[in-house]
């Protein structure tokens, strides 16, 4: 299961332009370009929710250069850990705009642009900014999936560049969404990979956004540029499209709910079937075995990583950490598997309410069969061992 993340940025002084005497500020200003690049969405994960960069362009001998803050460095050995502890840095990098472009005509994605109408010397602000956080000692970051990305940080340029003169666009036109909402939106064909982010994240995600919140997804962010404003004027001088891109691919059938589906059943039969009890201590074994490894998961992404969207997860409330080890005596009778079926049947009504009332939306379309079939496993441990207290209250009443 892995999570797409994202950013936030620096400010910094803007830097002088010297001017001569044959050309004016106004052909200079129409030489100097500064727009904003947004990338569509792909087909693979990491493509999901889009890019966004800054061009610059003519600023020195006709150079056309793009700032991205996208960049990591998937050579370190040490990659996967620092991704899995929230550790990874990643950094701004600067390339040709033509080979910004070859990617992503390469991966068949649009490419949208919106050029700044702001005069020369804010232009040159945006670069000295820019230019700033190149240095060796400002470059890198630490990649947050909601707070910290390649869009919040090229959303944070115009504030700390354009003062209090300038304005974002409306976005979000007073609707109620969270975040959950709209990243399953960007992941509806994605079955598999919905469920497992989903399963990560925890409450955080189901905050409302607001409008400067939401710009942590490039589209948002170009939405509002369109109604942005520096001065009283649109910050938007015209837009282009550089690249149409290719479809997406289509919503496929929902793997993992039919998988789901298919594991109730087996546990329907297994626990109602006399002929497919011999099924039930290897469902119970790998319900118990797998909700617990999950769960610990979970709880490690929760509290030992620095990922702040994985937080507050309660979907351990479900999937027990202590499930992992409960499987491996769940067979045997004990009086405490009987008060621990009882405490992991109350723990998972506790995760349905809190999804009710909306303080971490579940994925229940594909939970609610295996939830269903926990609640067998749960009650069965329950019923088991329920006698060993009884035994001794029989053998009074009858001396």
């Not at 700032?67 to 840095?89: A, H, Q, R, W």
């Not at 979907?315 to 079926?341: D, E, R």
């Not at 506790?350 to 994925?363: D, E, F, R, S, T």
Request: proline content about 4%; glycine content about 6%; hydrophobic content about 45%.
């Amino acid at each position: 299961m892995r999570i797409v993340l994202v950013i936030f940025c620096f400010l910094f002084s803007h830097i002088s332009f010297a001017q001569t005497d044959s050309v004016s500020l106004t052909t200079m200003d129409n030489q100097f370009q500064v727009s904003i690049l947004t990338c569509g969405v792909g087909n693979d994960l990491y493509a999901s929710f889009g890019h966004i960069g800054v061009r610059v362009k003519g600023s020195d001998l006709g150079k056309d250069e793009v700032y991205n803050y996208g960049t990591f460095d998937y050579s370190d050995p040490d990659f996967y850990v620092k991704f899995t502890m929230g550790k990874l840095l990643y950094y701004i990098s600067k390339s040709s705009f033509a080979d910004f472009m070859y990617e992503y005509k390469e991966e068949n994605r649009s490419v949208h642009e919106q050029v700044l109408a702001i005069p020369l010397e804010q232009k040159k602000a945006i670069q000295s900014y820019l230019e700033n956080n190149l240095k060796p000692e400002n470059r890198s970051y630490h990649y947050d999936f909601l707070f910290d990305n390649c869009a919040t940080r090229i959303r944070d340029i115009f504030p700390a560049t354009l003062g209090n003169n300038f304005y974002w666009g409306d976005i979000l036109e007073g609707k109620k969404v969270s975040y959950r909402t709209v990243l399953n939106q960007y992941l509806a064909n994605k079955n598999w990979e919905r469920l497992g982010i989903n399963l990560l994240l925890g409450s955080p995600v189901d905050s409302l956004m607001t409008d400067e919140g939401s710009m942590f997804l490039p589209d948002f962010l170009h939405q509002s540029l369109k109604g942005a404003v520096y001065n009283g004027q649109k910050i938007i001088e015209h837009e282009n499209t550089l690249l149409e891109g290719g479809t997406i691919a289509p919503r496929t059938l929902n793997g993992p709910l039919w998988m789901m589906i298919g594991i109730l059943i087996l546990t329907i039969l297994a626990f109602h079937i006399p002929a497919f009890q011999y099924l039930k201590p290897i469902i119970r074994f790998v319900l118990l075995f797998l909700s617990g490894l999950l769960g610990f998961f979970m709880l490690f992404m929760w509290l030992f990583t620095n990922h702040q969207s994985c937080a507050e997860n309660y979907n351990v409330l479900w999937a027990f950490p202590i499930n992992l080890f409960v499987a491996f005596i769940a067979h045997k009778k004990k009086i405490f598997l009987k008060v621990y079926g009882l405490a992991a049947i109350s723990f998972l009504m506790v995760a349905l309410i809190i999804h009710v009332i909306g303080i971490q939306k579940l994925p229940l379309i594909e939970l609610s069969p295996l939830l269903l079939s926990l609640m067998y496993v749960y009650i069965d441990l329950y019923k088991r061992n329920i006698s060993l207290t009884e035994l001794p209250e029989m053998e009074t009443s009858t001396q």
